[in-house]
């Protein structure tokens, strides 16, 4: 039997190896193989069907999260996953679960703030499932203010005993996925108090339920927090609020690695520098900027596909209707967002090496890179997530109505995306607070100074030039060249910071000018983070990139990321003289330009993300295209329809059409 | 008992009259009295409690959407509702439901499409509900374009009967509210085809079930289309899909005022002409622009009225912390968004005499006007509905995690509203396509014909001052001068369009050079869009506007959408050399200051809006801020708290922990 694929004829126009940019899109060949391993596992095993999340209830639906869950550990554990392997299974089961914290918070947390004893205690636990844990920092008041945490930490010494307390409503923890109901302990966080001192904020391992019987133990009160954004999307996750009354835990469970207190309640700093927990945030914030990536890109594969099978308008001589992907408004919507996944995939790519690097400095006790690596971190997990959040919705928009159903995937990839432009740091703060917008003053109030910018912002040391440079581009061909973008991208970037440190320098309270410029500070980071995009897309480019026509392709999709950017922010580019108008004007007819030649490309580079129709999730972005008779099926499933006649029509639909609404009652 | 009001600090520093305000936002003091009375109605009536809808599944869902209908049309009759009265009530229910389509679509069509007898016949059916009737005009193929739609109606002169058909899958209508399941009418749009020829898309009553039992007609499929975005949100609504199979009704069920179809067979167009149904599209888009004001106070209010009582960072001395409404990045995302829902309501209210003048014109036989306010309509439907739904996603992220709960109110805010996108032309096509890009292409190319521009594009006329004139801002106070901001909107708009039209001119064929350029034309029409905004917002402030400072903080409003509007898009006026970078920097500066002055009043502001707690329904945008112990009181009332160990733990979290998942059946 011949396969269906509505999409052959798109999938024969591209000119390169598709398979090729498979593994460049996953990174290597080994890479590739565990993905498209896994991803087929979780595919072609019924016990992870998706489709069904929107009609369940709550209940039912978070049951079913712990099947998938206890299924997909028991798949883990007979094939011998290696932890890559088991990481990659659980991701494309793709459902928020208890066990994200628990290996993606819980287990780092001690591992990073815990002592080498602590790990040798908790970690086999935890390994194994023996326990489950969370992450419980936010609270009810708190959450970007982890200073401002209320909980306390009390250590006893008569009993070698700390007692965690939540004084207030408002400082309970509040949000900790896999709280609610599956964990059995905890990293809480808590103001540290020894003999009536204040210590800061530290983590200490809690145990929330016994052991035999799931029950809270006593002093704990946890429940869940209720429904979120979305059906499915993130309700699957326990996210709960945990309060505790007095609750006694034993000194050895807060985590010692930075700050010890003895067993005669001295506080001791460790030789280990408390920068450490920047390694960790390092860590949390480089595999959300992959994640971005991914989301964006399964989005913008179900927009791609679904653009090509969508016809409207245009029929000629009664011929067939022009693809809606062949109308330059989709495309200069679209095609950006395609680059845009790209470009974010290989600066992932680039926080992955530079993970390893601070982490080998660290090792050698070389702390020079850190506040670096942290700021550019958080700057780009900032920068990634927002754009992701709001170009699935732009994806979905792409999709006209059918775009709104449910069966289109996007609805649910937009309502369980959305909130990582606020955990791990809210996308704002960190902008301006946390670290960018601090770490580019810092950086220019040092230019001159001898002190040379390191690392992304080593190109402030060209200040005197960058301040003075006019772009050479002078026929739209021009903005083809690496150097010239670069220059472009790296003189606004600069004028940016160094007018707003400008500014800065006129107040003499220095907090009170970054108070009040503060919406000008967050545009010069953003300007700074998209700058660091850009060059590291165009440093990718440098190597060498196998497979026939593959570099080639990329080399457009940099371009198209990096003049759509241009024009998006054209008043950043004009006002600081970066570009002149005409300039930009150029720009623009090059970007048109660039839309008609990744146009036949299209399908075939998101066929290179090398989604399963499982993972993808979606009706519209089928991979053989055949949309309208599965949305049909689909549509069929609604509870709503196993009758034609809806219950409720003999209460409240018949009295009312019988004019018989006075006697009823409702 | 003293009232409990945590804002009550913030409603004291009000520097001017909210009862005044209220008026002015209301549109009038009836207008006022009618809302205020009939949410106090909807608010005091526990038939209409909505808090509990995420919890419910989509079969109590819809059940309970078909009892509020019935209940509201009860209510309605008992209390011998005006017309007035009655729209508002359905509109403080707050719950999309088939009655919507049925008042704002079907009875519509009807008076709009329908000759005088058809009227006479169908109208007092329809008022009194003994038939509940659609919209069912797109396909599973076709949306935007309505001609190209595939269900026929092929007269049979034998009978004296169309019949109704549905001849391929695509031709299913899908998507049509309140079809799947409640309405027994249908206006289903058609090809007339009569004696073999065809006479392009008709609107045709049809019955879809049957008046006794409510059974689907013979030859006639009806299902619901499935869950959509949101868990509440639109799932409240019976979206359909529908499918005839050569069903006949009588002759005279054609809406037969533009074109009738005779007993012999011959097709006659009346003497009504065609560009009626602009009238219609007018009314039905005017609807929308003043929903997306409404929409977008909501978001507003509850984002602002939680900044206030949000406290994050800045204690001092062990104070409290700084409320986050004083952060200049929390202003400067929310206040351009308030200022918007008041720019809204007046364009709203402005549309509202436009459509009054229209009609008029019609009944006199003028049909100049039309086209003009035919673009107009259209492009504020697209320009209001996008900057809608993402500010209400905005103002979501405003909120930090607490505004990702669903007792945000926020998120279904969202999911319910960004189909307005949507629905009632896709915002791109409306743009481009439809309408204002074409319509100003027509009157770029008119100038100097000695055609006098009409309307809003009547600036036009000034083109070669508008080419050529310098912006006279020279200190960031100039820049609260209205004819300052209204001269660079012009310029800014004038000079896009006439680019275009010079680009364009260099195509030979301009349907090629529209295509082409149609990302370029659709910013123009976006620049025209927002010109009309910003002078209708002008224009209502030259009126006499009584109440103590509720002028001026109006004027303040005025001020902040326009000048954050030319912050964003300053590439534009940039690149038009319509302000000098100087210049635009200026502006900003007075935006800043323009926050400072707009801050105190922020709340009051928003209470103006009058909105019941009900209406709101969001716990983080209540009245009197209590904002915590009810975040905790909504959370354990989720299903999900009904027991501490969750259904599940024996099956799926005891033997993982055992480690006893081996033998266990999953
Ligand atoms: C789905 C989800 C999962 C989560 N999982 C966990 C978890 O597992 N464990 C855990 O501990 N926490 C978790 N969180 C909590 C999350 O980390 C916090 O919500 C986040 O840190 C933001 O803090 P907040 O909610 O207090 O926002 P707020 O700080 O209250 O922010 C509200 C608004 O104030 C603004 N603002 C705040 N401070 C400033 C400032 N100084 N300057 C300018 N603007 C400011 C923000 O930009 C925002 O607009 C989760 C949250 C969500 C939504
Ligand atoms: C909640 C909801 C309620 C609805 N209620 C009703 C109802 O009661 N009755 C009814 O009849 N219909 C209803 N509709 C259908 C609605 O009117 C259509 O979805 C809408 O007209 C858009 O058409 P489409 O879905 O075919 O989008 P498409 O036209 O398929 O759009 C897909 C993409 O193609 C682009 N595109 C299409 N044509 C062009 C072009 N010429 N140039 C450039 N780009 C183009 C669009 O911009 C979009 O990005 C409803 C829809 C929704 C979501």
Redesign the pocket.
């Known amino acids: 039997m011949e396969e269906l694929d509505y999409l052959a004829g798109e999938r024969k126009r591209a000119e390169f190896d598709v398979d090729a940019m498979k593994i460049v899109w996953a990174g290597s060949q080994h890479a590739f193989d565990v993905s498209d391993r896994m991803s087929r596992l979780v595919a072609s095993d019924p016990a992870f069907r998706k489709d069904n999340r929107p009609m369940l209830s709550r209940k039912d639906l978070f049951k079913n999260t712990l099947r998938k869950a206890a299924h997909a550990w028991k798949r883990i554990i007979e094939l011998r996953l290696s932890e890559e392997e088991a990481t990659a299974l659980r991701h494309y089961v793709d459902e928020p679960a208890y066990t994200d914290l628990h290996w993606g918070m819980f287990v780092p947390a001690i591992k990073g703030q815990g002592t080498d004893e602590q790990q040798k205690k908790w970690l086999p636990l935890a390994y194994k499932m023996q326990i489950i844990g969370c992450y419980a920092q936010t609270e009810l008041g708190h959450g970007s203010n982890v200073q401002g945490l209320e909980t306390t930490a009390t250590f006893d010494p008569d009993t070698d005993e700390f007692i965690i307390n939540s004084p207030t409503l408002t400082s309970s923890k509040w949000w900790p996925g896999g709280l609610g109901k599956a964990s059995t302990h905890a990293v809480v966080y808590a103001r540290l108090i020894v003999d009536g001192k204040e210590h800061g904020v530290h983590g200490f391992i809690v145990q929330l339920r016994s052991l035999d019987d799931h029950q809270p133990l006593p002093g704990i009160t946890v429940a869940d927090i209720g429904m979120k954004f979305g059906n499915g999307a993130y309700n699957t996750m326990d996210n709960g609020v945990l309060s505790f009354d007095h609750v006694r835990i034993r000194r050895d469970q807060m985590l010692m690695r930075v700050m010890q207190v003895t067993r005669e309640g001295k506080v001791v700093q460790s030789n280990v520098p408390r920068q450490l927990v920047y390694g960790t945030m390092v860590y949390v914030r480089k595999t959300i900027v992959s994640d971005a990536s991914t989301a964006l890109s399964r989005a913008a594969c179900i927009a791609t596909r679904y653009s090509a099978v ?1 016809r ?2 245009g029929s000629q001589n009664g011929g067939p209707e022009t693809q ?1 992907i062949d ?1 330059k ?2 495309q200069n919507r679209l095609f950006p967002l395609l680059a845009s996944t790209y470009a974010f995939r290989f600066v992932g790519e680039w926080l992955s090496w530079l993970y390893m690097d601070v982490t080998q400095r660290l090792q050698a006790g070389d702390f020079s890179t850190l506040p670096e690596a942290h700021a550019c971190t958080a700057g780009l997990k900032s920068v990634t997530t927002s754009i992701t959040a709001d170009g699935i919705e732009e994806c979905r ?6 775009g ?1 159903l449910c069966s289109s995937g996007l609805p649910e990839l937009f309502a369980g995306y959305v909130p990582a432009c606020t955990y791990e740091g809210d996308n704002v703060v960190l902008l301006l607070q946390a670290c960018v917008a601090r770490f580019l003053m810092k950086t220019v109030s040092q230019l001159g100074s001898g002190k040379q910018p390191v690392g992304t912002t080593a190109y402030m040391a060209r200040v005197e030039h960058l301040k003075e440079c006019r772009c050479s581009a002078q026929k739209a061909e021009d903005w083809l060249k690496p150097n010239v973008i670069l220059e472009a991208f790296e003189a606004r970037s600069l004028r940016m910071s160094v007018a707003c440190a400008q500014k800065l320098s006129k107040f003499s309270n220095p907090e009170d000018g970054f108070a009040e410029l503060a919406a000008e500070l967050v545009e010069a980071s953003v300007a700074h983070c998209q700058l660091i995009i850009v060059s590291k897309f165009i440093e990718k480019l440098q190597q060498d990139i196998p497979g026939e026509g593959v570099k080639k392709q990329l080399e457009i999709l940099c371009n198209i990321y990096a003049l759509a950017l241009l024009h998006k922010h054209q008043g950043d580019f004009l006002s600081t003289g970066s570009i002149s108008s005409k300039q930009g004007s150029l720009a623009n007819d090059q970007l048109r330009s660039l839309y008609t030649q990744v146009r036949p490309n299209a399908i075939a580079l998101v066929d290179a993300f090398n989604y399963t129709d499982h993972y993808l999730g979606s009706i519209l972005g089928r991979y053989d295209g055949n949309v309208y008779p599965k949305l049909y099926e689909e549509a069929l499933k609604d509870p709503l329809n196993e009758s034609v006649v809806p219950d409720g029509y003999r209460e409240y639909i018949r009295p009312l059409l019988k004019q018989q609404l006075r006697s009823a009652r409702l």
């Open positions: 969508r409207q308008f809606v109308y408004t989709q928009k792409l999709c006209g109505g059918h709104y």
